[in-house]
């Protein structure tokens, strides 16, 4: 009783003071011994058999903005850390306050490695944040093609029938899809393997304001990804006849 009511004070205190505690700082800018060091403090008053509980709530304790230690350590792109988080019971599904899961996080910053590590240990490649975005729709936003590739091919190997769905997505606040996101922000390589790898993606689809992919391109300048999209969709229509 003594040590279970020890263990609920020390977890407590620690989630207070997460949003500047040292963990997070450790997971964001440090290296793997810091981050073993800071746990091993943490946990130095309860006995040895308690230890593994004291480190899964420390590892899935949430700071002010309801990030864990693998939030910070998947957006540095810190994959040792990652990889010792999660062996110790890290929660590769926690939400943030906007919604971001650790993938999330890892997809918007360009780490395929921890975006591997996450997927291969449980991290739902659905997830939405609030504002409708999965981690394909951050990905083709910061261009990072790798991981727009692995994405697909993940929802291929899982659920097949909903890999349409999935590429097509247009539940985001403003209606855009991630193919919208690449074609405004210039990644042609992004545009040009959803067009051509992804069977019958939508090139229809238009967002809150009535633009389509190439719309957007145009807006923004990218005159080549404007030219590709307008010739897929004349081919489209071709294929159709």
């Given at each position: 009783?003594?040590?279970?009511?020890?263990?609920?004070l020390?977890t407590?205190?620690f989630s207070?003071?997460?949003?500047?505690g040292?963990l997070?700082k450790?997971?964001t800018?440090?290296?793997?011994?810091e981050v073993?060091e800071i746990?091993?403090n943490?946990?130095?008053l309860?006995?040895?058999e308690y230890?593994p509980?004291?480190?899964?709530?420390i590892?899935?304790?949430?700071?002010?903005d309801?990030?864990?230690?693998l939030?910070?350590t998947?957006r540095s792109?810190?994959?040792?850390?990652v990889?010792y988080?999660?062996?110790?019971g890290?929660?590769?599904?926690?939400?943030e306050?906007?919604?971001?899961?650790?993938?999330?996080?890892?997809?918007?910053?360009?780490?395929?490695?921890?975006v591997?590590l996450?997927i291969?240990n449980?991290?739902?490649?659905k997830?939405?944040?609030t504002?409708?975005?999965?981690?394909?729709?951050?990905?083709a936003s910061?261009?990072?093609?790798?991981?727009?590739k692995?994405?697909?091919?993940?929802m291929?190997?899982v659920?097949p029938?909903?890999?349409v769905?999935?590429v097509?997505?247009?539940e985001d606040?403003?209606n855009?899809?991630?193919?919208h996101l690449?074609a405004?922000?210039?990644?042609?390589?992004?545009?040009?393997?959803?067009?051509k790898?992804?069977?019958?993606i939508n090139l229809?689809i238009?967002?809150?304001?009535?633009?389509?992919?190439q719309?957007l391109?145009?807006?923004?300048?990218?005159?080549d990804i404007?030219?590709y999209?307008i010739?897929?969709?004349?081919?489209l229509?071709?294929?159709k006849?």
């Amino acid at each position: 009783m003594k040590k279970t009511l020890l263990l609920t004070l020390i977890t407590s205190l620690f989630s207070l003071s997460l949003s500047a505690g040292p963990l997070h700082k450790a997971c964001t800018h440090g290296t793997l011994q810091e981050v073993k060091e800071i746990i091993r403090n943490l946990t130095i008053l309860i006995d040895y058999e308690y230890m593994p509980s004291v480190i899964k709530k420390i590892v899935n304790a949430k700071g002010m903005d309801k990030r864990t230690p693998l939030h910070h350590t998947a957006r540095s792109g810190q994959v040792l850390i990652v990889e010792y988080l999660i062996k110790n019971g890290a929660d590769v599904n926690a939400k943030e306050k906007l919604g971001w899961t650790p993938l999330h996080l890892a997809a918007e910053n360009g780490y395929p490695t921890i975006v591997e590590l996450l997927i291969a240990n449980g991290a739902d490649v659905k997830a939405k944040d609030t504002f409708g975005w999965t981690p394909l729709h951050y990905a083709a936003s910061g261009g990072y093609l790798e991981i727009v590739k692995y994405l697909i091919k993940t929802m291929q190997e899982v659920v097949p029938n909903k890999v349409v769905q999935y590429v097509n997505n247009a539940e985001d606040i403003v209606n855009r899809t991630p193919l919208h996101l690449a074609a405004m922000e210039g990644h042609l390589n992004i545009v040009e393997y959803l067009v051509k790898e992804v069977k019958m993606i939508n090139l229809n689809i238009r967002d809150n304001n009535g633009r389509l992919a190439q719309d957007l391109a145009l807006q923004k300048d990218h005159q080549d990804i404007y030219n590709y999209l307008i010739t897929a969709q004349k081919q489209l229509i071709i294929n159709k006849l």
